[in-house]
């Protein structure tokens, strides 16, 4: 009966696109809201064939529940106060005025009729697609001549998509076998979670053997589809762990790989970086339009930067310059030194995590296939790590500062005696690592919150992904970290989180004691030291 119901709802709703529209009398709405069920739903049927925007308001309030009525009146309830649903007038109402009952059959009629109205009656592109995914929820084989009509004048390429689903899916549950076959047919064309869904749904009712090999064909083709999806979601997922890990690393590759210091502190540096952009929020948001809000992380990169590299700067000058060749009495004081930073920022910040919003332009995602969406904040962060690994990779390989660096990273003495200032330089080079450090902090704040214990997640991990490289070696750093995160989200879809990271951590250590140079070893004399 609800099916026939709502079949005439959906049928005389497609002369919308045909017909005028005409005012919502007080019959209609007296219908609508008293009597029984299935003369309230052919009174819908008939006030949707010719509706208007008031018909479509009080379908609104009904299924809102926001509707009273007498014998002889209706009343569109807005807080205490009703309201003429024709007039729009406002009416007392008496005491003896009942609350519409919509029983589960009416309800679904109020869905159907809004999903018309929007199809037909909408100039909105979303609102039309929230009306064909609404459709496609629960499909009926009543539906099917509304959809057609709502076909033929629909210009948008994805809703008629959307709505071919609808179509096809409406078939599932035909009493005619060859329509249910061939509409397993169609739905494989899909290759969605959601029309799987609708195909086991209906395979668990199929009594026709023929039928029900149509419909495990379409659920295998559309599994061998999903497969793929999951490969592509596992595969970026690594990478962008792994750009995570490049820019965690990168600092590291210049304070540990290059200059052989056992910074403890890195990941403070990072979560420097991380409070810096909270704080560039901040003032965008209190001193700055609104419509300037988004370009706070791009001031934010090189605050970042520059907050980082000045603490990494002081921390070199006040107590690691005293430290150099020993290692455990470095390792010892930079740990000491990232509790105070904690502490540090626990005072100025407060222990609770801080959240840093996304920019609007880094907001949403790339859907790629029906099960592969690609956020826009992950695919900005990979990119400004390929930025800041090819600005690094020049800065040291082409530059009169790189070039310094290198000099005394290799052979001290040497480069003294050639006038270079090597305390200097130390400084500057241990100042450029936490800079790099500081713009790792950055880009985890567009990826999770932001606290004192930000760092922690990340320094021991950086430690392996450098190891792992070639102590000083650039180009491992970028295969360690990849390498490492590609891995690790293949095992943490096999075999869980926690068994990943163990299985990673044992991959690194049985590697390391095959190749305890790394997948590049240092060449030179500096390789002989």
């Known amino acids: 009966m609800l099916r026939r119901s709502i079949h005439g709802l959906l049928v005389t709703g497609a002369l919308l696109l045909s017909a005028g529209a005409h005012a919502l009398t007080a019959q209609e709405a007296k219908a609508i809201a008293s009597g029984e069920t299935e003369e309230r739903v052919a009174a819908l049927n008939k006030a949707v064939a010719t509706a208007d925007e008031k018909t479509a308001a009080f379908i609104q309030a009904m299924s809102d529940d926001a509707v009273k009525f007498t014998a002889d009146k209706v009343f569109v309830m807005k807080g205490d106060k009703g309201y003429d649903p024709v007039t729009g007038a406002e009416l007392k109402v008496p005491d003896d005025a009942e609350d519409v009952v919509n029983n589960n059959m009416m309800r679904g009629a109020f869905d159907a009729a809004q999903s018309v109205l929007k199809l037909v009656g909408s100039k909105d592109v979303a609102v039309r697609l929230e009306a064909a995914n609404a459709l496609l929820k629960n499909p009926d084989e009543s539906r099917i001549p509304m959809v057609e009509k709502a076909l033929s004048v629909e210009t948008n390429e994805g809703i008629k998509a959307k709505l071919e689903l609808v179509r096809a899916a409406s078939l599932l549950n035909s009493t005619d076998k060859a329509k249910r076959i061939a509409a397993a047919g169609a739905l494989a064309e899909s290759k969605s979670p959601d029309t799987k869904l609708l195909l086991n749904e209906r395979l668990s009712e199929e009594p026709e053997a023929d039928a029900k090999a149509a419909l495990k064909k379409a659920i295998a083709g559309i599994d061998d589809a999903l497969v793929w999806g999951d490969r592509i979601n596992a595969i970026f997922s690594g990478i962008s762990l792994g750009s995570v890990l490049l820019l965690a690393a990168l600092g590291l590759a210049i304070t540990y790989g290059l200059m052989g210091v056992i910074n403890m502190a890195h990941g403070e540096l990072m979560m420097i970086g991380a409070y810096a952009t909270y704080v560039m929020q901040g003032i965008f948001q209190k001193y700055l339009p609104e419509s300037m809000f988004g370009f706070y992380l791009v001031a934010a990169i090189p605050a970042s930067f520059l907050a980082s590299a000045l603490v990494g700067a002081i921390l070199e000058r006040g107590v690691i310059r005293f430290l150099y060749g020993r290692p455990l009495e470095t390792l010892l004081a930079t740990w000491g030194i990232s509790l105070m930073l904690q502490q540090l920022v626990r ?23 029906s099960n592969v969406t690609l956020p826009w904040n992950r695919i900005c962060i990979i990119i400004f790590a390929g930025l800041v690994l090819l600005a690094m990779a020049w800065l040291i390989g082409r530059t009169r500062l790189g070039l310094f660096v290198r000099g005394v990273t290799q052979n001290r003495p040497i480069a003294s005696c050639m006038g270079v200032n090597t305390a200097r330089i130390d400084t500057y080079a241990f100042a450029l690592g936490s800079g790099i450090a500081g713009l790792a902090g950055c880009a985890l704040s567009q990826i999770g919150n932001v606290g004192p214990d930000l760092g922690q997640s990340y320094i021991v991990d950086s430690f392996m992904v450098v190891v792992m490289g070639g102590v000083g070696q650039l180009a491992g750093t970028v295969y360690a970290a990849l390498g490492l995160g590609i ?19 044992v991959f690194i250590i049985i590697f390391i004691q095959k190749r305890p140079q790394g997948i590049f070893a240092m060449k030179g004399r500096s390789a002989e030291a």
């Open 347 to 369: 005072t100025f910040f407060g222990a609770q995590n801080v959240g840093v919003e996304n920019p609007g332009w880094m907001s949403g995602g790339f859907t790629m296939l």
């Open 487 to 505: 891995l690790n989200k293949f095992i943490e879809g096999w075999a869980g989180a926690v068994l990943a990271k163990i299985a990673a951590l």
